[in-house]
């Protein structure tokens, strides 16, 4: 697993890859929080940084598909996937290599982020008035969200040989499960306590507890299990080319 993760790191590294996906990642979360004048903290007339944690995962729904696409896909189109499996290594072993490295790049584009915090703890009246519990809570979520959408961008290209469709279909899941449950527990058609049931299979709802400040066990549990049902589902579709 150690060589699946280091390899796949110099694969994002001694390309454009890895640089071109942080700058992008930084420059759009700057240009959101500190210039458009819609989502500016700045204008906000707040100490928070509620905005930033808002947009962040829209923007992560198009970052990470574009790294994960060419995780499984390049390697089943080129044929060396044949190669990789023959090696003395589980099929496990592999996608959690794969996750893993995924996983570091999209933390790395995330770390600069903190800056926005002491800038707002800086600018903030008086000085250091911030709820830091609930901006630590929101990074927290952050990175749940994060390597959510990396195993669920992950088993995308694990199904097809085709990077654009890998992309396209990491980004239709990692929406989808983001918001849709959301949208539907609105519907008035539904009865009961049906809402509620969507509201505990979404993404996005699970995401905002966990950004006000609180670690709930449950949420942890909910992360925790969405990672684990995407990457057995990855693990089941790489596991398909024997049959």
Known sequence: MIAIFRKELNVFFSSLIGYIAITIFLVANGLFAWVFPETNILDDGFATLDAFF?????????????????????????????????????????I?????????????????????????????SPAGNVDTGGIMGSYIGLLFLSGTFVAIAMFTSAITNNQIVAFIAGMFGCFF???????????PVFVGNVDAYFNAISINQHYRNISKGYIDLRDVVYFISMMALFLLMTKTALSSRKW
């Open 54 to 94: 808002n947009f962040a995962p829209w923007i992560l729904m198009f970052l990470i598909p574009a790294i994960t696409m060419r995780s499984f896909a390049e390697e089943k189109n080129s044929g060396t996937i044949e190669f990789i499996t023959t090696r003395p290594v589980t099929d496990f072993e592999i």
């Open 177 to 187: 499960l983001f918001l849709a449950f959301d949208s539907l527990s609105l519907i």
């Open 96 to 124: 959690f290599g794969k996750y893993l490295a995924a996983l570091v790049l999209v933390v790395f584009s995330i770390i600069p982020t903190i800056t926005y915090y002491f800038t707002v703890r800086a600018m903030a």
